[in-house]
């Protein structure tokens, strides 16, 4: 596990909605958050931020999938402050971060409840790639070879990005239960917006859900980064889609200023902006039933 001691970490800025602005812990060396919020001036993700402005409500109950150090967590908290966010982040050093970045985050702000686990389709031991340089990349592996490891997430991450850069991975045994199970022991009855991004793996999250999403009918924000599912995981481009499908009525990309693009009705529309793009895109589903795109 990383070290993310007080020395290890560095603050930066990060502008959150309603025009606040505030002062999180990142690690130290890591380029994907920390760096990318100095160059940013703290502009972390606005397409995001502008869309749960718009969206979020006051009482609003938010699960953050994939919370890493809490960035997108602070924002549904200061939007939701009548309501509560649960932030699941397996990472033991994001984690740790997170915690801290949680605690200082001053009022008015909603509940926000820390979970150290991951999410996945059924109950599981799973190994859990980090990377100190990457922290917003850590990733499910099928083994602990770092050299392994190391050559799949440089498969994934932009070769200009990291190219010339020594990347330091460890590999952590984490816990993952289903979202199901953890709703029914926590007795959750209320979900209004799920944000997930887990590095490939949304799909194993999904299928964890199941009941959950029948009930609640939260809306749900996903990265799709088809890449990450088809290194880490063998998954086809359009699996992730398909499944969506089968969930939600209503599937459409958040663009760039936060508005809604129209609504996907084949995978081969969304085949045709990852394919022009960046290659991944953040998408909000919706049932179509007693929830509506804004």
Same mark, same amino acid.
């Given at each position: =596990?990383?070290?993310?001691?007080?020395?290890?970490?560095?603050?930066?800025?990060?502008?959150?909605?309603?025009?606040?602005?505030?002062?999180? !812990?990142?690690?130290?060396?890591?380029?994907?958050?920390?760096?990318?919020?100095?160059?940013?001036?703290?502009?972390?993700?606005?397409?995001?931020?502008?869309?749960?402005?718009? #969206?979020?409500?006051?009482?609003?109950?938010?699960?953050?999938?994939?919370?890493?150090?809490?960035?997108?967590?602070?924002? =549904?908290?200061?939007?939701?402050?009548?309501? $509560?966010?649960?932030?699941?982040?397996?990472?033991?050093?994001?984690?740790?971060? *997170?915690?801290?970045?949680?605690?200082?985050?001053?009022?008015?702000?909603?509940?926000?409840?820390?979970?150290?686990?991951?999410?996945?389709?059924?109950?599981?031991?799973? #190994?859990?790639?980090?990377?100190?340089?990457?922290?917003?990349?850590?990733?499910?592996? !099928?083994?602990?070879?770092?050299?392994?490891?190391?050559?799949?997430? $440089?498969?994934?991450?932009?070769?200009?990005?990291?190219?010339?850069?020594?990347?330091?991975?460890?590999?952590?045994?984490?816990? !993952?239960?289903?979202?199901?199970?953890?709703?029914?022991?926590?007795?959750?009855?209320?979900?209004?917006?799920?944000? =997930?991004?887990?590095?490939?793996?949304?799909?194993?999250?999904?299928?964890?859900?199941?009941?959950?999403?029948?009930?609640?009918?939260?809306?749900?924000?996903?990265?799709?980064?088809?890449?990450?599912?088809?290194?880490?995981?063998?998954?086809?481009?359009?699996?992730?889609?398909?499944? *969506?499908?089968?969930?939600?009525?209503?599937?459409?990309?958040?663009?760039?200023?936060?508005?809604?693009?129209?609504?996907?009705?084949?995978?081969?529309?969304?085949?045709?902006?990852?394919?022009?793009?960046?290659?991944?895109?953040?998408?909000?589903?919706?049932?179509?039933?007693? $929830?509506?795109?804004?």
């Amino acid at each position: =596990m990383r070290d993310v001691g007080t020395g290890s970490a560095r603050r930066q800025s990060l502008h959150l909605p309603n025009g606040r602005t505030v002062q999180i !812990a990142c690690h130290h060396s890591d380029i994907s958050i920390g760096g990318a919020l100095a160059f940013s001036g703290g502009d972390w993700e606005p397409h995001l931020r502008s869309f749960f402005e718009r #969206t979020i409500r006051p009482d609003w109950v938010c699960l953050d999938i994939g919370a890493n150090v809490g960035i997108h967590t602070l924002s =549904m908290a200061v939007l939701a402050p009548e309501g $509560r966010v649960v932030a699941f982040e397996a990472d033991p050093g994001n984690f740790e971060l *997170l915690i801290r970045n949680v605690a200082e985050l001053p009022s008015p702000r909603g509940e926000i409840i820390n979970v150290p686990h991951a999410l996945w389709s059924k109950p599981a031991a799973l #190994t859990l790639a980090s990377i100190d340089e990457l922290a917003g990349c850590c990733f499910i592996s !099928a083994t602990d070879d770092p050299v392994s490891n190391e050559r799949l997430i $440089r498969e994934v991450v932009s070769a200009t990005a990291i190219r010339g850069l020594d990347l330091h991975l460890h590999s952590t045994a984490v816990r !993952a239960i289903p979202l199901d199970d953890w709703v029914d022991l926590h007795g959750l009855e209320r979900i209004d917006l799920v944000k =997930m991004d887990v590095e490939g793996a949304e799909l194993r999250v999904l299928e964890g859900a199941r009941k959950t999403l029948h009930r609640c009918k939260p809306l749900l924000v996903t990265e799709y980064n088809a890449s990450c599912a088809k290194t880490y995981f063998g998954d086809r481009p359009d699996s992730y889609f398909e499944a *969506l499908r089968e969930y939600f009525a209503d599937i459409r990309i958040i663009e760039a200023d936060g508005s809604l693009s129209h609504p996907l009705q084949t995978w081969s529309e969304l085949d045709v902006r990852l394919t022009r793009g960046r290659g991944w895109e953040d998408l909000l589903c919706a049932t179509g039933a007693g $929830r509506s795109p804004c």
